[in-house]
């Protein structure tokens, strides 16, 4: 049966709107690869419709409905919106939500306070942070709204598809089936919801009410934790760190690679970790899940492994990181200094399986060509990555010995900065004619420091294109250096007025380049070209050794 109704038609059912135990949690709200997300963009759309006068189509929502409830198949982010705006707008009528297995949002919607709306990342359910972000984005675009006026239009012009599916069964294969704009099912949830059907099973013929409340808190405990893994995957700096931007994060396919090398879907999962399709496979299942889902939590809270296994999945290719990824969590190579080493190892851009293999050729190879490539006195030109990636580490091992954790979106915005502005050093060709460091023609006299004069008192010459002259800034914070001199820049960088300046302060060795010396001249240059060369000749001495024995 379909037909359409209006919002006041839909909720005069007079009935509870139940949401089952496989359905997703709400997550209206999250930030996606548009500009707006959902709450914005429906907000937009309805505020112009009621500008307008205009009937407002929400596409369907799927139901199996009974004589006092609507379990909700498809549709339930919608519905639960339309519950928190029409809480928003003073609606005062029956409108009841219940959650299956979450028995902490039931409780939250049916004892909503609209007073306690405010943002906190520390909220422990993720329901409950998407129902508060919800409210934020309906009060700053409903605050120059007659809220009467607008709930009387929400009631009479939001209309959508009402499908009932007599049988939830058949309504659950219906929503799997679901594709386009509607809400469908990921791996992720099938799984999901696999697990929470074979725990609810009973392995007696006949456990008792005690047996079934038990199968019931257990159910209910599995779906609670469910979502707090689910809430913390998709917090910006784990995706970030994990690079990884699917529901689950890295948890499921890590699991799953312990059992097969298939790879993740319902069927291979099903396959591989629930073989039996018994309530002892769904409990041992979520338990390897949980306890991989703590060493994930661990190393992404201490600081040492935060910032080293962040490192080697940012400079890592996408094969590589897999496979350390399953190295790691699943084989348990997990002592620190074996991790030091990896991570060591793949700033020279050793591959995954060389690192394991303990190629001594290859080690020998990247080693001296990192080498080569910072003893370049063109390195900014010839070979600007080996320099991003050295200075990163350099920036990285600084937060280690802090045991503070690195920010990597520095990656994703990064610049090289020369201490020394290029523009400002000059160089004669064949032809007697003066250059800029950007290679512009100049005269004489529009530069301060010749690249003759960039030396040491041992006689060692480079240039300002070495890594001597470089630092890692972001890249908007380079070009508001500009051409500066060395004590402009140092005002700039550490004058505290200007905080909206120079995210780059959490660069700590960037920061001590520029603490460390009153001046910078062609000496300076020299100078930190040598002790550049001499701390990556340190950091790498007893790895040396051990390959080359």
């Known amino acids: 049966m379909k037909t359409t109704i209006t919002l006041q038609e839909y909720l005069s059912k007079g009935k509870t709107f139940v949401i089952p135990d496989y359905q997703r949690g709400y997550i209206w709200g999250q930030e996606g690869r548009s500009k707006t997300n959902a709450v914005e963009y429906l907000m937009n759309d309805l505020i112009q419709r009621y500008e307008n ?6 596409q369907g929502v799927t139901v199996t409905e009974y004589e ?24 005062s009528e029956k409108f009841d939500i219940m959650y299956k297995v979450r028995e902490a949002s039931s409780k939250f919607l049916k004892e909503l306070n609209l007073e306690d709306i405010e943002a906190d990342e520390n909220e422990p359910y993720q329901d409950h942070y998407f129902f508060k972000k919800t409210l934020r984005i309906i009060a700053d675009k409903l605050q120059d709204i007659d809220k009467e006026a607008f709930l009387a239009f929400v ?3 939001v209309t959508f598809l009402y499908i009932n ?26 799984i999901k919801a696999e697990i929470l059907r074979l725990a609810s099973l009973s392995e007696e013929k006949s456990g008792g009410i005690a047996h079934e409340w038990e199968i019931n808190m257990l159910r209910s405990r599995y779906a609670r934790e469910w979502d707090k893994w689910l809430h913390w995957w998709n917090r910006e700096d784990v995706k970030r760190l994990f690079r990884c931007d699917n529901t689950m994060g890295l948890l499921i396919s890590t699991y799953l690679s312990k059992k097969t090398k298939e790879v993740l879907n319902f069927e291979s999962f099903r396959n591989s970790c629930l073989p039996n399709g018994t309530p002892c496979d ?35 290719r ?28 793949a700033f020279l851009g050793m591959t995954h399986d060389e690192i394991i293999k303990k190629d001594a050729k290859s080690f020998s190879e990247k ?33 280690i010995k802090q045991e503070r954790a690195f920010i990597f979106d520095i990656w994703s915005n990064r610049s090289l900065e020369h201490i020394y502005p290029k523009s400002k050093v000059g160089h004669q060709d064949e032809e007697g004619k003066w250059f800029r460091g950007d290679d512009k023609e100049c005269s004489e006299e529009d530069i301060t420091l010749k690249r003759e004069d960039i030396t040491t008192a041992d006689g060692l010459t480079t240039t300002e294109h070495s890594i001597g002259n470089l630092v890692l800034l972001y890249k908007n914070e380079n070009s508001m ?8 820049k140092k005002i700039m960088f550490f004058n505290p007025s200007r905080k909206e300046l120079f995210k780059s302060r959490h660069l700590l060795h960037t920061i001590c380049v520029f603490a460390e010396r009153g001046g910078w001249n062609g000496t300076a240059i020299s100078e930190n070209k040598k002790a550049m060369i001499k701390k990556f000749e340190n950091d790498y001495q007893e790895l040396k050794k051990k390959y080359d024995e």
């Open 165 to 190: 599916v007599p049988n939830e069964e058949q309504a659950k294969r219906v929503f799997t089936m679901m594709n386009g704009n509607k809400a469908v099912m990921q791996q992720e949830e099938i």
């Open 481 to 488: 250096f500009n051409n500066s001199d060395f004590e402009e």
């Open 68 to 91: 006092d409830e609507i379990i909700l198949i498809d549709g339930q982010q919608r519905t639960t919106f339309l519950y928190l705006l029409l809480k928003w707008l003073g609606y």
């Open 282 to 316: 769904a409990k041992m299942a979520f338990d390897g899940l949980r306890r991989l889902q703590k060493q994930f939590e661990d190393a992404f809270t201490n600081p040492v492994t935060h910032n080293q296994i962040g490192a080697i999945l940012l400079i890592m």
């Open 318 to 345: 996408e094969d590589n990181r897999r496979k350390f990824v399953q190295h790691y969590f699943v084989n348990k190579q997990n002592d620190e200094k074996a991790l030091k080493d990896y991570y060591m190892l």
């Open 155 to 157: 009631l009479k012009k």
């Open 53 to 58: 006068r205009f009937e407002v189509f929400l």
């Open 367 to 399: 080693y001296e060509n990192t080498l080569k490539a910072l003893n370049d006195d063109f390195l900014y030109i010839q070979n600007s990555e080996k320099a991003f990636q050295f200075l990163l580490r350099l920036n990285i091992d600084e937060d």
